[in-house]
């Protein structure tokens, strides 16, 4: 048991720290929100450049053969910057779908293009009754020939109004909520039958609601057509939260952090408010928040990569958990400690306190994990 | 980063969960399992069955008899132990006292008391907190003077921890009124059978007897029991309140419990199903067990970073094993009195020896020590310093408020 970085991992964690400490500034960011597309084309481009969007995937297929950890490191540094590109969309989802789910000729023609920052990628997945259910799939694929005819509605789809290509969800057989069935298709955003309506999300993010009307998708665009894709879906959805729970471990760390400096500088009675037990009390629970979280996403980020499904399902509903539930604490005191200034749009910590709280919605808030993993037979074995 | 055992370490666990398998009582392990006391011949004999193994240090260097095993394998030891419901070492002579004097004692001391130690020949106990020091302990009034060519000791402890099986008792004593109340204490090391010890038992909510008022009535003390510098007491209780902080989280005993909760949450049913079919339960159950795999998690964190410490300096994140270790306890101890439900109302003495009782119990034979444990766990988040002492620590020393 160890918790060390390999030497390429310290470097890889220091040149994203270091990348995001020149360019990221809260002032930066803002610019960025304002801009067409939302985040920022050109740290996209040096993300590439440093090997943040390749390292993910094997060597084989054009990527630098890293792994969870890799993604652990490079997601927390965006949480702490609250960074607006679309790494969890392109990368960790629709990337980890192809890097999992791809054929070597799939592969071969995306990764490339997906490391080198050239192709952006969205999955166009969940629907507007889907609630967090993965199964719970409408949308319709019907075989036509070779190919297949796509119809139905996506909706939320992270990035989905910048992407190139979507990976869509699709039911080739059975009913809306059954297991089996479903497969996975790739489209292009530009295709006839796509219409999208990008919009804002709370945290300062985009995503867009999705409609298919007849889309038609050639053989080699299929990525699971036999219709079992949902432990694929499941698979990548639980890489994906791994991958925001170190995003939020980011986040919430700046949070303490600044609220930290806040306690220290901000004067009230003549002294530092700081030196008040009560806020001193809170400020270390929020400690003890932030080390549990940060535990759990350790262990989210190494059971990730985890073969046996039910174990792997099981650790990663319960970091979930603690990942929402120590958001949620941190986030709310971390604005209560500042007052009336966490309050206020132009600074950052509001920002923080938001983005932490859209991601214990997405892929399932604490208490839906925490209602799965009580129906298992039990996390301490 | 890899978070699984090597392989050496779980065949390192595999020895010791066998040795404890084969060489625990029955009847000591039925105890613990049940949530009684175990009583005192009970941890002599688990200590010794330990020692003849030469594991009942394993933390101490080797030259007093340490295992020289790795943090890991000192925290599988302690986890294996504690789920195979092994009584817990007398923690004021392993963890408390035997360090203190195998890092500042005297060679003298060393040789007399740790080999004493390591088989229980001498039962320790704690005489630090008094009426009027808890919290603040360093604001202790007990004074210790020297008086022809030997130590005086007067004053009074309290909530002194199966003193009422002690032979020795490590004491600070303010030897210096005059200065910063941190700068005059010393810490000693009193035989029990002392002319002037008093023993008064104070019965604790559960209707338990494990801790007691310690008086002292012009006790003399040779001056060869005052363990390193006069004065320097206070470094000496830091450092042993940071050992004592390590094991605190016990992660190994709060796993056993949500064991036993689960099966007797099947087996025992009060109303229409057993309490596991219950969705809210379950739920409780879940919340608590997510808690305790960070802990664990957390507690491993802990571990590793000790490498790069300085050592013998507590870490500063052992307050936040302490917090939450104790709420987990707490918590578990809440989920047993879910199970039992209405039978959790009969209060029945402890059987500490099963002939003194000799009528059947009233309603489950597991119920009667629930709530007592309950009761009784409140304690977890007071001593060793309070919860709130611990988020005072990381405050000043995580923080930097």
Redesign the interface.
């Known amino acids: 048991m160890n918790f060390d970085l390999t030497e390429e991992q310290q470097l890889l964690k220091d040149s994203v720290t270091r990348l995001l400490a020149d360019r990221y500034s809260f002032e930066n960011r803002k610019t960025f929100q304002a801009s067409p597309d939302g985040w920022s084309r050109d740290l996209w481009r040096q993300y590439a450049e440093i090997g943040l969007l390749g390292v993910a995937f094997s060597e084989a297929d054009g990527g630098f053969g890293g792994g969870p950890v890799e993604t652990m490191l490079i997601s927390e540094a965006f949480g702490k910057a609250l960074a607006l590109e679309p790494y969890l969309a392109t990368i960790v989802l629709a990337g980890g779908l192809i890097r999992r789910g791809g054929d070597a000729e799939q592969r071969a023609a995306l990764i490339p293009s997906i490391a080198s920052g050239e192709l952006l990628l969205a999955f166009a997945h969940a629907e507007r009754q889907s609630g967090h259910d993965l199964f719970d799939v409408g949308a319709s694929a019907k075989k036509d020939g070779a190919s297949f005819v796509l119809n139905g509605e996506k909706g939320l789809v992270l990035h989905g109004d910048c992407a190139d290509k979507l990976i869509v969800s699709a039911r080739s057989a059975g009913a809306r909520r059954d297991k089996a069935g479903i497969g996975l298709f790739l489209v292009d955003a530009k295709a006839d039958g796509v219409s999208r309506r990008g919009y804002p999300t709370q945290d300062g993010m985009r995503a867009a609601e999705v409609t298919l009307t007849n889309v038609r998708v050639e053989p080699k665009d299929v990525l699971a057509a036999n219709g079992d894709a949902l432990p694929l879906i499941e698979r990548i959805v639980d890489e994906a939260i791994a991958a925001s729970s170190a995003e939020a471990v980011g986040a919430m760390s700046e949070a303490l952090d600044m609220t930290v400096d806040y306690l220290k500088t901000r004067k009230q009675f003549g002294v530092p408010i700081g030196s008040f037990q009560a806020l001193q009390h809170r400020a270390s629970d929020m400690v003890v928040a932030l080390e549990q979280a940060r535990s759990m996403m350790m262990l989210a980020t190494m059971m990730s990569a985890e073969e046996n499904a039910a174990e792997r399902r099981k650790a990663i509903s319960a970091a979930k958990v603690q990942i929402g539930r120590s958001a949620r604490f941190i986030g709310q005191q971390s604005i209560q400690l500042h007052g009336g200034i966490g309050m206020t749009m132009e600074y950052k910590l509001g920002h923080l306190f938001k983005r932490l709280t859209m991601i214990d919605i997405l892929f399932g808030d604490a208490d839906y994990h925490l209602e799965r993993l009580s129906k298992s037979d039990g996390l301490i074995g | ?6 392989d050496d ?1 779980l065949a390192f666990r595999e020895e010791v969960r066998g040795f404890v398998k084969s060489n625990l009582p029955a009847s000591i392990k039925q105890k613990i399992v049940e949530g009684r006391h175990p009583g005192k011949d009970d941890i002599v004999a688990w200590t010794r069955i330990l020692n003849k193994k030469g594991w009942s240090v394993p933390h101490w260097p080797k030259e007093w008899g340490g295992t020289g095993w790795s943090p ?1 394998q000192l925290l599988i030891f302690n986890d294996e132990l504690q789920q195979g419901g092994a009584p817990e070492p007398l923690a004021f002579g392993t963890s408390m006292v035997g360090p203190v004097i195998y890092t500042f004692g005297s060679d003298a001391q060393k040789r007399r008391f740790l080999p004493r130690i390591a088989n229980i020949d001498d039962w320790w106990c704690q005489g630090f907190s008094e009426p009027g020091a808890g919290s603040d302990l360093a604001g202790l009034k007990t004074t210790a003077k020297q008086e022809g060519g030997e130590w005086v000791i007067n004053g009074q402890k309290t909530w002194t921890t199966l003193a009422q099986y002690a032979d020795w008792i490590f004491v600070l004593a303010r030897t210096d009124g005059t200065v910063k109340k941190q700068e005059g204490i010393s810490f000693i090391l009193v035989d029990m059978k002392s002319p002037g010890v008093t023993v008064r038992p104070i019965q604790t909510l559960d209707g338990g007897h494990e801790v007691n008022e310690v008086f002292f009535d012009n006790v003399r003390v040779p001056l060869e029991n005052l363990v390193g510098e006069e004065n320097k007491g206070w470094n000496y209780a830091k450092f042993l309140l940071g050992n004592e902080r390590n094991g605190i989280a016990r992660v190994g005993i709060s ?1 056993a419990r ?2 036993r909760i ?1 099966e007797l949450a099947s087996l025992h049913v009060y109303g229409e199903r057993p309490k596991i079919e219950d ?1 809210l339960f ?2 409780k ?3 608590v ?7 664990e ?2 507690q ?2 802990v571990i ?2 000790e490498r790069n410490r300085e050592k013998g300096k507590p870490d500063p ?1 052992s ?2 094993l302490k ?2 270790g104790s709420e987990i306890q707490q918590a578990t101890s809440e989920l047993l009195m879910d199970v039992v439900g209405p039978y959790a109302l009969p209060y029945q003495s402890e059987r500490e020896d099963g002939d003194r009782w000799n009528e059947p119990p009233v309603g489950p034979d597991w119920a009667s020590t629930i709530a007592p444990t309950y009761f009784n766990l409140r304690k977890v988040s007071i001593y060793g310093g309070s919860n ?1 002492i ?3 620590i ?2 000043k020393a ?4």
């Open positions: 980063m890899d978070l699984r055992f090597t370490e890991v796993k949500l064991k689960r969705p379950r739920m159950l879940a919340a067990e997510v808690e305790l795999k960070a802990l998690m957390t491993l964190r590793a970073g994140a307050s936040v917090i939450k709130e611990q988020r005072g990381i405050a995580i923080l930097g408020l």
